[in-house]
Structure formats: C-alpha cells, structure tokens
C-alpha cells in the first residue's frame, strides 16, 4: 500500500521542479523587460504553488506509511517552509495594487532551494528515485 504512494511523492518532485524552473525563468524575463505582471505569470506562480501543496499532502501520506527517523525532520521543516514561501510571494503580490515580477520572483527562488535542501536532508539527491 505503501509503494504507490511513496513513488508518486517521489515523482512528483520532478513536476514541482520543472513547475519552479519556468517560473523563475518567466518571472525573471518579466523583470528584465519591465512589463507588467500578467495572467501567465499567475497561472506559472499559481501552479507551482499548488504542486507543492499537493506535494505536502502526499508527504504527509508517506509520513504516515513508512518508518520515521531523524533526518526527516530537517525534510519536513524546510518542505513545510517552500510551501509556505512560495504562497506568500504569490499572494502577497496579488493584494498589491500594482503586482510585479520581484515578491514571486524571490518567493520562486527561495522556495526551490529549501526544495532542493529538503531533498539533500534524507540524503537524496535532487534526482535520485529510491528503489523499493
Ligand atoms: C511536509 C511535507 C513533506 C513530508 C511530510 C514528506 C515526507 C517524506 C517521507 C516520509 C519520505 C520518505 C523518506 C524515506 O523513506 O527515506 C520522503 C521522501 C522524499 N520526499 Fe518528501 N515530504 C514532504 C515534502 C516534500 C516535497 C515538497 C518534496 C519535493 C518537492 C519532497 C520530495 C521528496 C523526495 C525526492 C523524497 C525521496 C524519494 C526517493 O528516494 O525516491 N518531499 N518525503
């Protein structure tokens, strides 16, 4: 039972990372041009934000299913923080009377290296997939 649920919290990495590198390539883009922040980049911010979520989700789920130790405590806090960073450079920059490309920008980018911290904390490599 456990299996499905671990490989495709495994795999999903991949998508939450492509998700994160075209966003920080667009919002980057925007930034160096100077437009303003439009629809793509919230769907871009928006769907990495909500890959991580479920991310989250499932990591709670192999949480429950497989045997904890130590490291994984430092996986979790940095994961929980990625989360959190990234919806608040979304959300925040949404409520701004003028949106721009920095907040997500910033929020994009340090949320990818607690992402890419939280993987090296179980001694994991960024893409590296367990077999079990
Ligand atoms: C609170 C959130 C999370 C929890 C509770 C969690 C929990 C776990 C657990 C229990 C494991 C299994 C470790 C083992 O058996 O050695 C694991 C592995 C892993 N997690 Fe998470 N995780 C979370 C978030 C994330 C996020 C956001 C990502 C990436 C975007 C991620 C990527 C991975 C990867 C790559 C592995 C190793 C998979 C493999 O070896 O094939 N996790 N996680």
Do not use: C, E
Not at 48 to 62: D, S, T
Not at 104 to 132: H, K, N, S, Y
């Amino acid at each position: 039972m456990d299996r499905p649920i671990f490989y495709a919290h495994s795999g999903l990495r991949y998508l939450v990372l492509l998700a994160g590198v075209l966003a920080i390539a667009y919002f980057a883009f925007g930034l160096a041009t100077k437009r303003p922040f439009d629809k793509v980049g919230r769907i871009l911010g928006a769907s990495f934000a909500g890959l991580l979520h479920l991310q989250v989700l499932l990591g709670l789920l192999v949480l429950a299913t497989r045997f904890y130790y130590p490291q994984l405590i430092g996986h979790i806090v940095m994961m929980v923080l990625a989360a959190v960073i990234a919806q608040l450079g979304m959300s925040l920059n949404r409520r701004r009377p003028q949106p721009a490309w920095g907040l997500p920008l910033v929020g994009v980018l340090v949320a990818f290296v607690f992402i890419v911290g939280g993987i090296m904390a179980i001694g994991r490599g960024v893409f590296t997939t367990t077999a079990m």
